[in-house]
Nanobody
């Protein structure tokens, strides 16, 4: 299974970005899909996670109302729409696919928000 993220970049506070994560080797249908991030000197944290079994979506408090996770099953792709970006959103963003006891990660895409 391979996950490839794209869409990161350098933006100003208040701008928007849309991250994409395309999976190969396994369908995202039936899998939990999520976005995580890691800022310099900090631990990796969950940002938005879609639970396939429960049909629910989790958002970190820090991004609620600003970020939206979505999926396009036909393209085997998950998106993270990020609006009203803040300097504290600066991090490497990773895509995760979780199924059964397995976790797969992408290499990450850098998001830098200048204030």
């Amino acid at each position: 299974v391979q996950l490839v993220e794209s869409g990161g970049g350098l933006v100003q506070a208040g701008d928007s970005l849309r991250l994409s994560c395309t999976a190969s080797g396994r369908s995202i249908v039936g899998s939990d899909m999520g976005w995580y991030r890691q800022a310099p000197g900090k631990e990796r944290e969950s940002v938005a996670v879609f639970s396939w079994r429960g049909g629910t979506t989790y958002y970190a408090d820090s991004v609620k109302g600003r970020f939206t996770i979505s999926r396009e099953n036909a393209e085997n792709t998950v998106y993270l729409e990020m609006n009203s970006l803040k300097a504290e959103d600066t991090a490497i963003y990773y895509c995760n696919l979780h199924v059964s006891v397995y976790d797969y990660w992408g290499r990450g895409t850098q998001v830098t928000v200048s204030s």
